[in-house]
């Protein structure tokens, strides 16, 4: 069975900290994805990985960085929160392929910045 | 330009009936696509996927999936209160590893 796991479902923080998501995956996927879902903008993508170490940038790539030392493993880093950083939190993964590239989400975090 | 565009409705429909979701992309080159469920609050669910034109029936659901005119959509048969959700339709280009996902329509199914 599919299994993505997310450090945390519920995540409050102050404005200017240095905040860690963490993502387990337990399925040997390659890539690995972190979104984040707000009302009426949907699922945006903030960066995703396809291998250990390797790195790309996704349409909202500002004020994150990532951390990909594992196969199984993906981190998304909020360098300095802000309040504009409160939002659903989701990381997903895949394997690679032509046809079937389903992704696959864990639980989500939902964050919120004061 | 927005890639794949969903109608946010809500879209309703009475207990027992076919809804009917539709989605539409704008890259030609898109492959293959996914229905996604998500219920308030939890993380987007695979429904299924579909890269052929044509219909792929899974249960009460169906997608159906026309390349030269661009759209797919997801058909519930006999639907249930419990289909209740937002669905996200996904296009994979191929290129990038990625998929593009649309902004979702709210089902509601009344009783």
């Known amino acids: 069975d599919v299994k993505v796991t997310q450090s945390s479902r519920y995540l409050v923080k102050r404005t200017g900290e240095k905040v860690f998501l963490e993502c387990v995956q337990d399925m040997d996927h390659e890539n690995m994805f972190w979104y984040r879902q707000d009302p009426g903008l949907g699922l945006r993508l903030i960066y995703f990985?396809?291998?250990?170490?390797?790195?790309e940038k996704g349409d909202i790539p500002e004020g994150y960085s990532v951390s990909r030392e594992k196969k199984e493993r993906f981190s998304l880093i909020l360098e300095s929160a802000s309040t504009n950083q409160t939002s659903m939190y989701l990381c997903?993964?895949?394997?690679?392929?032509?046809?079937?590239?389903?992704?696959?989400f864990g639980p989500g975090t939902r964050l919120t910045v004061t | 330009q927005k890639e794949v565009e969903q109608n946010s409705g809500p879209l309703s429909v009475p207990e027992g009936a076919i809804a009917s979701l539709n989605c539409t992309y704008s890259d030609r080159g898109s492959q293959s696509f996914f229905w996604y469920r998500q219920y308030s609050g939890k993380s987007p669910e695979l429904i299924m996927f579909?890269?052929?034109?044509g219909d792929k029936e899974d249960g009460r659901f169906t997608a159906q999936l026309n390349k030269a005119s661009q759209y797919v959509s997801l058909l519930i048969r006999d639907s249930q209160p419990s289909d209740s959700a937002t669905y996200l339709c996904?296009?994979?280009?191929?290129?990038?590893?990625?998929?593009?996902f649309g902004t979702g329509t709210q089902l509601k199914v009344e009783l």
């Open positions: 990985s396809y291998d250990v170490k390797m790195k």
């Open positions: 997903a993964s895949s394997l690679t392929g032509y046809t079937s590239y389903e992704q696959y």
């Open positions: 579909i890269y052929s034109n």
């Open positions: 996904a296009a994979f280009t191929g290129g990038g590893n990625k998929l593009t």
